[in-house]
């Protein structure tokens, strides 16, 4: 597990608002997730002020395309510094995201069932299956597609683990702190919880950036993560 596992969501609307969040915050944090919002409202922009920063950047864009497009678009990242970018764990989309990174250290992230995402949602989506089968399902194929980064709900991280084994990136979503609001969530779990089941990163957005200091409440949830590895050492 990284020293620092907390990945701050910038899902805000302005390169101001999330200059202001950086700022705030502070050195303590080092990794930022620019979310599709934020992306569409600054392009590479805020991706590039990040970097230059020498703040490491997850780009959560979601692939999900035809190969060539998909190829492409990796490429154009891949020659960026970006640290993470994530795509749907999908057989021709994985394949094809991991030509177009070919020779960098970009790493990808295939996402397996989001975590807004519910029994209902599937069966919408033609799957009558727990969520839990699907994700199981659907991280076996990025691991067999040799993609070694995983996107999936804390809920499954533990499910998860033990189908891509250690040396694989787990990264979690859906973290929250105990009574803080789920938002839009459904498949959540406090950042001990998301860390002892298995996963190396954890992102957190409003519970941070929303907070009215965010600094005091990122060092609080840095301090809870730290208490608990204390009390299990």
């Known amino acids: 597990m990284p020293d620092n596992p907390i990945i701050i969501a910038l899902d805000l609307d302005s390169a101001a608002e999330a200059r202001q969040i950086v700022?705030?915050?502070?050195?303590?944090?080092?990794?930022?997730?620019?979310?599709?919002?934020?992306?569409?409202?600054?392009?590479?922009?805020?991706?590039?002020?990040?970097?230059?920063?020498?703040?490491?950047?997850?780009?959560?864009?979601?692939?999900?395309?035809?190969?060539?497009?998909?190829?492409?678009?990796?490429?154009?990242?891949a020659r960026t510094r970006v640290r993470f970018l994530t795509i749907h764990a999908v057989g021709s989309v994985m394949r094809a995201a991991l030509?177009?990174?070919?020779?960098?250290?970009?790493?990808?992230?295939?996402?397996?069932?989001?975590?807004?995402?519910?029994?209902?949602?599937?069966?919408?989506?033609?799957?009558?299956?727990?969520?839990?089968?699907?994700?199981?399902?659907?991280?076996a194929q990025a691991r067999n597609s040799g993609i070694r980064g995983i996107v999936t709900s804390p809920r499954e991280a533990s499910l998860v683990r033990g189908v891509v084994g250690p040396d694989t990136i787990i990264v979690t979503p859906g973290v929250r702190s105990a009574g803080r609001d789920a938002g839009d969530q459904r498949r959540i779990s406090t950042p001990v919880e998301a860390l002892r089941a298995g996963a190396d990163y954890l992102v957190m957005g409003r519970q941070i950036t929303r907070a009215a200091d965010p600094a005091a409440e990122f060092a609080r949830v840095q301090e809870e993560i730290s208490v608990a590895q204390r009390m299990r050492a």
């Open 23 to 77: 700022k705030l915050v502070g050195a303590p944090a080092n990794f930022y997730k620019v979310g599709l919002e934020l992306y569409t409202a600054t392009g590479m922009d805020i991706v590039r002020e990040l970097l230059d920063m020498g703040k490491d950047v997850f780009l959560d864009l979601k692939l999900y395309d035809i190969p060539e497009t998909v190829k492409r678009t990796v490429a154009v990242v």
């Open 99 to 139: 030509q177009g990174s070919q020779g960098s250290e970009l790493r990808l992230l295939a996402v397996t069932v989001l975590t807004s995402f519910g029994p209902d949602d599937l069966l919408e989506l033609g799957y009558d299956c727990p969520v839990a089968d699907l994700v199981e399902t659907r991280a």
